[in-house]
């Protein structure tokens, strides 16, 4: 039966006797019952995951510290050797393009310490144009004809971390990244179709993706434009990694006026690749 709800000023109605129906403890409806004992959701044991666990050489002290822990999940460390993978973009503006250049260096030197071998891809003189010959062949066996950019898919197909440095404007990518996504990340590199249509993720190796823009704008005139640059990195981009594949946004919001050497942004970059990635 259902249990009426009591309501504040309102008398609680009376039971029946149902101890001789075998529907209830026998007790009368003058007796207050018992309130019934919580529930007690059942812990789950945190689970070690294989995909990216550190070499089992290393010693769990030396990567997390002293600590009693057992086992940990170690998804979001970076494994020693992985090869990590730094996109940077050049601009034409003086103070923008040396706030990349030092949160380049900034992240290269964070990826240096915990073990991986860092290779940096500077797209100045890169061509974002895609041929009518790369068009056509898109979607055939051999999709890449430029061996620069074979040069830069055997990068990115061997990296376990990639990340994009670029100055935004207007919350959207440089010509030279967005031609950089379409001409490297082609079928066969971070996707493949099946004969039946299905796409199959092709980034699955890729622990971590690191979106790091320098915005020459504030924050409220950047949300207006409601990013569409980290959509592209953080969720379509995304969908070809695996399920376990972790991002992160470091973003600067400035302008010419608010510009103060970028320290300040330094540090707290440095903060958050440090807490995402040792």
Same mark, same amino acid.
């Given at each position: 039966?259902?249990?009426?709800?009591?309501?504040?000023?309102? $008398?609680?109605? !009376? /039971?029946?006797?149902?101890?001789?129906?075998?529907?209830?403890? !026998?007790?009368?409806?003058?007796?207050?019952?018992?309130?019934?004992?919580?529930?007690?959701?059942?812990?789950?044991?945190?689970?070690?995951?294989?995909?990216?666990?550190?070499?089992?050489?290393?010693?769990?002290?030396?990567?997390?510290?002293?600590?009693?822990? +057992?086992?940990?999940?170690?998804?979001?460390?970076?494994?020693?050797?992985?090869?990590?993978?730094?996109?940077?973009?050049?601009?034409?503006?003086?103070?923008?393009?040396?706030?990349?250049?030092?949160?380049?260096?900034?992240?290269?030197? +964070?990826?240096?310490?915990?073990?991986?071998?860092?290779?940096?891809?500077?797209?100045?003189?890169?061509?974002? +144009?895609?041929?009518?010959?790369?068009?056509?062949?898109?979607?055939?066996?051999?999709?890449?004809?430029?061996?620069?950019?074979?040069?830069?898919?055997?990068?990115?197909?061997?990296?376990?971390?990639?990340?994009?440095?670029?100055?935004?404007?207007?919350?959207?990518?440089?010509?030279?990244?967005?031609?950089?996504?379409?001409? +490297?990340?082609?079928?066969?590199?971070?996707?493949?179709?099946?004969?039946?249509?299905?796409?199959?993720?092709?980034?699955?190796?890729?622990?971590?993706?690191?979106?790091?823009?320098?915005?020459?704008?504030?924050?409220?005139?950047?949300? $207006?434009? /409601?990013?569409? !640059?980290?959509?592209?990195?953080? /969720?379509?981009?995304?969908?070809?990694?695996?399920? $376990?594949? $972790?991002?992160?946004?470091?973003?600067?919001?400035?302008?010419?006026?608010?510009?103060?050497?970028?320290?300040?942004?330094?540090?707290?970059?440095?903060?958050?690749?440090?807490? /995402?990635?040792?």
């Amino acid at each position: 039966p259902t249990r009426l709800r009591r309501r504040p000023g309102r $008398r609680r109605p !009376g /039971r029946r006797r149902l101890g001789i129906m075998g529907l209830g403890s !026998g007790r009368d409806a003058g007796e207050r019952c018992d309130p019934l004992p919580p529930v007690r959701r059942q812990q789950r044991p945190p689970t070690l995951h294989r995909g990216s666990c550190i070499n089992a050489s290393v010693s769990v002290d030396a990567c997390f510290g002293a600590s009693e822990c +057992v086992y940990v999940a170690v998804v979001s460390k970076v494994s020693q050797g992985r090869r990590a993978v730094i996109v940077s973009t050049p601009s034409d503006d003086e103070l923008m393009n040396g706030l990349v250049r030092r949160s380049v260096r900034c992240a290269a030197e +964070v990826l240096e310490s915990v073990g991986a071998i860092v290779e940096v891809i500077d797209l100045v003189g890169f061509v974002p +144009v895609m041929s009518p010959e790369e068009r056509s062949a898109y979607f055939s066996a051999e999709p890449i004809l430029d061996p620069d950019v074979r040069a830069y898919a055997d990068l990115v197909s061997s990296a376990s971390t990639v990340v994009f440095v670029f100055h935004a404007r207007h919350g959207m990518l440089p010509p030279a990244l967005k031609g950089f996504v379409d001409r +490297v990340f082609v079928p066969g590199v971070s996707f493949q179709m099946t004969e039946s249509g299905r796409v199959l993720r092709g980034l699955r190796h890729v622990d971590h993706l690191v979106g790091i823009p320098v915005y020459s704008a504030s924050h409220r005139n950047v949300q $207006r434009t /409601r990013e569409p !640059g980290r959509r592209l990195l953080l /969720r379509c981009m995304r969908l070809s990694c695996s399920i $376990r594949t $972790r991002s992160l946004w470091v973003a600067a919001y400035m302008d010419a006026s608010q510009y103060d050497g970028g320290d300040g942004f330094i540090s707290h970059l440095e903060r958050r690749l440090r807490r /995402r990635l040792s």
